[in-house]
Nanobody, 123 residues
Framework: QVQLVESGGGLVQAGGSLRLSCAASGRTFSSSFMGWFRQAPGKERDFVAG????????YYADSVKGRFTISRDNAKNTVYLQMNSLKPEDTAVYYC????????????????WGQGTQVSVSS
């Protein structure tokens, strides 16, 4: 069992930055692939970024490449999403999730989810 708690969301103007945190507890965290997803009203939950422990590979949606950075601190059992140059279209509820097998960009591949944190970007 894994428990995930996101924080760091808020309201920011376009061009601004936010850093989201995802604190994990439960089973061994250091061996997991962790992902960030987002869901805007009326839309599907979309992959944003992911990170594989060990070799530290990172993966990003095309829409956020060059603006968002995923990182993790295993000592703190925490995953971060640094979001820079935010745009109004980044507005969504952001979720972190623990991968459970399958393609990393599919929500169905993740067994554990946080409650989400709202990110709103004004123009």
């Amino acid at each position: 069992q894994v428990q995930l708690v996101e924080s760091g969301g808020g309201l920011v103007q376009a061009g601004g930055s936010l850093r989201l945190s995802c604190a994990a507890s439960g089973r061994t965290f250091s061996s997991s692939f962790m992902g960030w997803f987002r869901q805007a009203p009326g839309k599907e939950r979309d992959f944003v970024a992911g990170m594989r422990q060990g070799i530290g590979s990172t993966y990003y949606a095309d829409s956020v490449k060059g603006r968002f950075t995923i990182s993790r601190d295993n000592a703190k059992n925490t995953v971060y999403l640094q979001m820079n140059s935010l745009k109004p279209e980044d507005t969504a509820v952001y979720y972190c999730a623990a991968h459970n097998g399958g393609t990393y960009y599919s929500p169905r591949s993740y067994a554990y989810w946080g409650q989400g944190t709202q990110v709103s970007v004004s123009s």
